[in-house]
Structures are given as C-alpha cells and as structure tokens.
C-alpha cells in the first residue's frame, strides 16, 4: 500500500493543481483566438461584398469628363435610352463588336438612343490608336482606373447596360453583341416607348 507521501502519489497531485492555471490561460488564448479569426473572416467577407449591377436596378451615378471635353453623369441623358458600354482596346470581343455598336448608334441615334462607350485602357495611346482605327464617333471617355466599371460590379468586358430615362438598368449584355440583329433592335425600341 502507497502512502501519501509517496513519490507515485504526489507528482500527480500536484500536477493537477499546477496545470489547471495554465489550462485555464491556454482556453482563453484559444477562444481569443477563434474570435479574432471569426472577426477577421467577418472583416474580410464584409470588404469583397462587391455590389453587381443587373437589369431592373437603378444604375449608379458616374462622373466622366470625355474626349469632347464635356463632363459625362448618367442624368445628362434624361429622355433617352443610354447605352453604357464599357470596353478596352486590347479586347477581342470588343473590336468584334465595335462596328454593329457605331451602327446601331446611327440607327437608333435619332429616335432616342445614345452610346456612350467607357475604356478601361490604361494606355492613352493604345485608346487613340483604337478610336482612329475603327473611327467611333460616339461619345467615349477613358477610365484607366476602372472606377466606373467597378461601381457597376463589371469584371468582364465588354458589358453594355442600357439605361431608360429614370435611370433604371432595362439590360444588360455581358460580352459582345451583334447590335444590328433585327431582334435586338425590336427589342431596344420597345424601351424607347
């Protein structure tokens, strides 16, 4: 029989009143430290919560000074059909579409509709370039920084929002479009009514 000084009887005696402070400190490490995670995931997830613009939403305002020289909000086109194009010359798609959309704004220009084009083209001179060669006369403006864009929640070029007089998005066109297709126009002016 083990007598309670003896050493087998006394080291766990004592061990368990000496862990249980440190077993109590290595908890609350743990629970800070799943809450500082929770908190930052929360922190995290609150910041990517990026807000993507769709068909029957209320466009946002922008603010643009274009190659005219005159500054550009999505108000100025109060009783017609805005045609936000958002593109960049170093895209296929977007030199695809290019000649349907200056079309297209000469079809539609007179009964209401304006094209409006915005590059994300970092390069003023690969943006001239474009312009020259494919010779848009629509009103365009460049936005390097992607403002724009971005508050519209647009990642993929080209995107084109079509805009009625109250502002509201009545389409939206991710990727290029045939802008002549004679079921695309019908459909356009319906909203020019």
């Not at 007598?3 to 766990?12: I, Q, V, Y």
Request: hydrophobic share 40%; glycine share 8%; proline share 6%.
């Amino acid at each position: 029989m083990k007598s309670k000084d003896s050493p087998a009887a006394g080291p766990s005696a004592g061990q368990g009143s000496a862990q249980a402070p440190g077993r109590s400190i290595d908890r609350l490490l743990a629970a800070a430290i799943v809450l500082l995670a929770g908190a930052l995931v929360w922190v995290v997830a609150g910041t990517m919560d990026v807000h993507v613009t769709n068909a029957g939403d209320q466009a946002p305002d922008f603010k643009i000074v274009g190659d005219d020289g005159r500054t550009y909000t999505r108000s100025d086109f109060g009783g017609k059909l805005l045609v936000l194009n958002f593109w960049a010359s170093w895209c296929a798609p977007c030199v695809q579409e290019v000649p349907s959309l200056e079309a297209f704004q000469h079809m539609l220009g007179p009964q209401g509709v304006v094209v409006l084009g915005v590059s994300i083209d970092t390069s003023q001179k690969r943006y001239e370039q474009f312009l020259r060669r494919f010779r848009v006369d629509f009103p365009t403006a460049r936005d390097p920084e992607a403002n724009i864009s971005s508050n519209y929640g647009t990642f993929q070029i080209p995107e084109t929002y079509l805009i009625d007089s109250t502002g509201k998005v009545r389409e939206k066109i991710i990727s290029n479009q045939n802008w002549v297709d004679p079921q695309f126009l019908d459909r356009v002016k319906t909203m020019l009514r």
